[in-house]
């Protein structure tokens, strides 16, 4: 069973970094695009930012050169590092992924989500 898992999240002051991974587990061919997520207090679920299977990003205006999204293929995971983090950025990050569990088959993703709480 193919499932994603994130760890990385926790309490933070402004300014301050932390660096998310979404790992993925279970019997897949492979892990295409992988998008983080997050949904603040009383807000909709928003694409922070997503990488391809050959690496090209994509970002959220408000994300831009604070968050670095990055992949490790050999070992399934998917990191994000966000620095400068400001209070704004609390949130529940969830990640996503495109799968390929067969030889014409692709599905989606959910991982359950991390609380990332920018706070003093």
């Known amino acids: 069973q193919v499932q994603l898992v994130e760890s990385g999240g926790g309490l933070v002051q402004p300014g301050g970094s932390l660096r998310l991974s979404c790992a993925a587990s279970g019997k897949f061919y492979n892990l295409n695009t992988v998008g983080w997520y997050r949904q603040g207090p009383g807000k909709q679920r928003r694409l922070v930012a997503s990488i391809t299977r050959d690496d090209r990003t994509t970002y959220a205006d408000s994300v831009k050169g604070r968050f670095t999204i990055s992949r490790d293929n050999a070992k399934k995971t998917v990191n994000l590092q966000m620095n400068s983090l400001k209070p704004e950025d609390t949130a529940v990050y969830s990640c996503?992924?495109?799968?390929?569990?067969?030889?014409?088959?692709?599905?989606?993703?959910w991982g359950q989500g991390t609380q990332v709480t920018v706070s003093s």
């Open positions: 996503n992924a495109d799968i390929q569990t067969g030889i014409f088959e692709w599905r989606d993703y």
